[in-house]
């Protein structure tokens, strides 16, 4: 994978032709997944926070590519769609993923959980920072049913970040919507990789 300390924007160069990603496509998924294993929290039964970066997005726009194959035209639609998820120095940007495997479950739940883009949260030491939903994206469905995969910017502050970034700060993620309130505690693992998203 290219050198990626801090990077904040995916261009044309940065994409590998397809048949060279695909020789190092399983290395590079195992690799990936376990930078994932350091950048996800679950919130309650049902809610995943994967916190985003230049190596995750990185691999989410070779795999469209490897998948789709729609080649050089399709690149720089990729790259409009993935590098809003490439944090900026100033925050944290997360995949909330809603995983419910069974799907009558999963279409009753997401049916009471319209408008959970609005109430996702981080707090550092009992100071909340508020998620931003993406609002390009269908958040739900028009007859109100939320969507199974959101999009989350949580903005920080200087002192929030250089809170965040002390060893062992008390980091709190959670959802506070009526129908899904839920917290967990963000493990010092975690809380170590995220605070290199910051500047």
């Known amino acids: 994978m290219p050198e990626t300390t801090r990077r904040r924007k995916l261009t044309h160069d940065d994409i590998l032709p397809i048949a060279?990603?695909?020789?190092?496509?399983?290395?590079?998924?195992?690799?990936?997944?376990?930078?994932?294993?350091?950048?996800?929290?679950?919130?309650?039964?049902?809610?995943?926070?994967?916190?985003?970066?230049?190596?995750?997005?990185?691999?989410?726009?070779?795999?469209?590519?490897?998948?789709?194959?729609?080649?050089?035209?399709?690149?720089?639609?990729?790259?409009?769609?993935?590098?809003?998820?490439?944090?900026?120095?100033?925050?944290?940007?997360?995949?909330?993923?809603?995983?419910?495997?069974?799907?009558?479950?999963?279409?009753?739940?997401?049916?009471?959980?319209?408008?959970?883009?609005?109430?996702?949260?981080?707090?550092?030491?009992?100071e909340r920072i508020c998620g931003k939903p993406d609002p390009s994206r269908e958040n739900a469905s028009p007859d109100g049913k939320a969507s199974a995969v959101q999009f989350v910017w949580f903005p920080f502050t200087g002192g929030q970040i250089a809170r965040f970034k002390t060893p062992g700060a008390r980091v709190l993620i959670g959802i506070n919507h009526p129908n899904y309130g839920h917290m967990a505690v963000m493990p010092e693992t975690v809380r170590a990789a995220l605070a290199e998203d910051f500047d």
């Open 20 to 126: 060279d990603y695909g020789k190092i496509r399983r290395e590079r998924r195992r690799e990936v997944s376990e930078l994932k294993k350091r950048r996800r929290v679950e919130v309650g039964p049902f809610a995943t926070f994967y916190f985003e970066n230049y190596e995750t997005m990185w691999q989410q726009v070779h795999e469209m590519l490897f998948v789709e194959k729609g080649g050089e035209a399709q690149i720089e639609d990729e790259l409009a769609a993935y590098n809003p998820m490439i944090p900026q120095g100033r925050e944290l940007v997360a995949t909330v993923m809603l995983e419910i495997d069974d799907p009558t479950r999963r279409a009753t739940l997401l049916a009471r959980l319209g408008g959970i883009e609005n109430h996702i949260f981080i707090e550092v030491d009992r």
